[in-house]
């Protein structure tokens, strides 16, 4: 038995040093990959993708932190201004409202823009639709006055002109959604003897309701761009933009840094949100952009 006892010990070694080459090639692997970031077209692992954003972040806070910029506030000074903010000036109830007043001018932009591409596929009203994309050109300072006549509460304007910002943009998205549906899901359509209407109810609105929900969620971001100029407008319920204008204002950059990132986070958990909502409403939406 005694000749088996080095044979054992030489398995042992050569099994410790083969975990040993394994650890360091899975090492070399990783770090090979974050060169091989640098190259287009390269597809690297989630464990790497993680490395380099908390780099970059890293990196960052870093530079943030050294900088010598006069007008660039200090990381510390930012989070006590945002911890007064909070404490003291009712940082949380404002970006509620703003919130509020978010999700409602979304959802009317919602309502609004999807009608309006549907109706695209009617002859009759695609010169109409397409006038109204094309307000996407006009600057907003110009017809605040107008929406003001209209609209007299600070509430209603407010909103009219969220929602008018997000619409012109989302129908334009949709109009594309909507021109790019194959003839051939058209004629699937009426092979099975479905009416016009019934086409355009299963093809567009239920065929491309996924696509819909992606152009919603990527004109939502456009709302918390605009709420500082609208809530400006009309200060009287309040809100984030109006405290983000008082503060700028008196030139308090530090408090203004605070309300931005503030903003900037409430933006990334709604998108984050919305990217959950579409997963558990259209599961099957990313498979089947890949068969096409």
């Known amino acids: 038995m005694s000749p088996m006892k080095p044979a054992a010990g030489a398995m042992g070694t050569s099994t410790t040093a083969a975990a040993n080459h394994m650890a360091t090639a899975g090492g070399g692997s990783f770090w090979h990959e974050i060169l091989g ?3 287009p ?10 490395f380099i954003i908390a780099f970059q972040i890293a990196v ?3 530079v943030w932190a050294t900088s010598t910029y006069v007008f660039l506030p200090k990381p510390m000074d930012v989070w006590r201004a945002f911890v007064d903010l909070w404490t003291h000036q009712g940082l949380g109830q404002e970006l509620i409202v703003s919130f509020l007043l978010n999700v409602q001018a979304m959802a009317w932009a919602t309502v609004i823009s999807l009608g309006l591409a549907y109706l695209t596929v009617v002859p009759v009203f695609q010169p109409i639709v397409l006038a109204i994309s094309k307000g996407r050109f006009l600057g907003m300072v110009g017809l605040t ?6 609209f007299s509460s600070g509430h209603r304007l407010k909103v009219s002109l969220l929602v008018f910002g997000v619409a012109v943009f989302f129908v334009t998205s949709m109009i594309d959604v909507v021109a790019q549906i194959a003839k051939e899901k058209f004629d699937l359509a009426r092979t099975l003897r479905m009416g016009e209407w019934r086409v355009v109810w299963e093809v567009i609105v239920l065929g491309k309701a996924d696509a819909a929900f992606d152009a919603m969620r990527q004109n939502a971001a456009m709302g ?5 100029m609208v809530e400006g407008i009309s200060r009287s319920e309040g809100g984030i933009g109006a405290l983000l204008l008082n503060q700028n204002k008196h030139f308090r ?10 903003i900037l986070l409430i933006g990334l958990f709604q998108d984050y949100a919305l990217g959950l909502a579409k ?3 259209f599961p099957y939406a990313d498979l089947q952009l890949e068969k096409r």
């Open 279 to 281: 997963k558990f409403l």
């Open 224 to 228: 918390w761009m605009m709420l500082t």
């Open 60 to 62: 960052l806070l870093v």
């Open 253 to 262: 950059l530090e408090a203004v840094f605070a309300i931005q990132i503030a």
């Open 37 to 39: 970031a640098f190259s």
């Open 41 to 50: 077209n390269r597809v690297i692992s989630k464990a790497a993708l993680r």
């Open 145 to 150: 006055f107008f929406f003001t006549i209209i």
